[in-house]
């Protein structure tokens, strides 16, 4: 029912900028919940940044609060999230998610998951 691909991670150094985008297709997309959870090898799951199917009304886990900003761009059934000032600790394989609800996904549940794009911040 619903696809999420990611793209745009890569290699980057501590204090620059990444973006990374997500397409999604499927007929129920526009009325889900989209975001970012991010899993590193040994830490748990955390959930990013999160947005409403509106785009207006967005959370953020709170170690990216002020460096990270996540936008929606409904036509193009699309997610991007823009990342500044970026630190070692950021450093994670990062997955576009969706849901019903934003409540779900800020507490780090989701019904859909992309293949996932890993992000690498050297110092």
């Known amino acids: 029912q619903v696809q999420l691909v990611e793209s745009g991670g890569g290699l980057v150094q501590a204090g620059g900028s990444l973006t990374l985008s997500c397409a999604a297709s499927g007929y129920i997309f526009s009325n889900y919940a989209m975001g970012w959870f991010r899993q590193a090898p040994g830490k748990e799951r955390e959930s990013v940044a999160v947005i409403t199917w509106s785009g207006s009304t967005t959370y953020y886990g709170d170690s990216v609060k002020g460096r990270f900003t996540i936008s929606r761009d409904k036509a193009k059934n699309t997610v991007a999230l823009h990342m500044n000032s970026l630190k070692p600790e950021d450093t994670a394989v990062y997955y576009c998610?969706?849901?019903?609800?934003?409540?779900?996904?800020?507490?780090?549940?989701?019904?859909?998951w992309g293949q996932g794009t890993q992000v690498t911040v050297s110092s």
């Open positions: 998610v969706a849901n019903s609800f934003l409540s779900q996904l800020a507490d780090g549940r989701a019904d859909y």
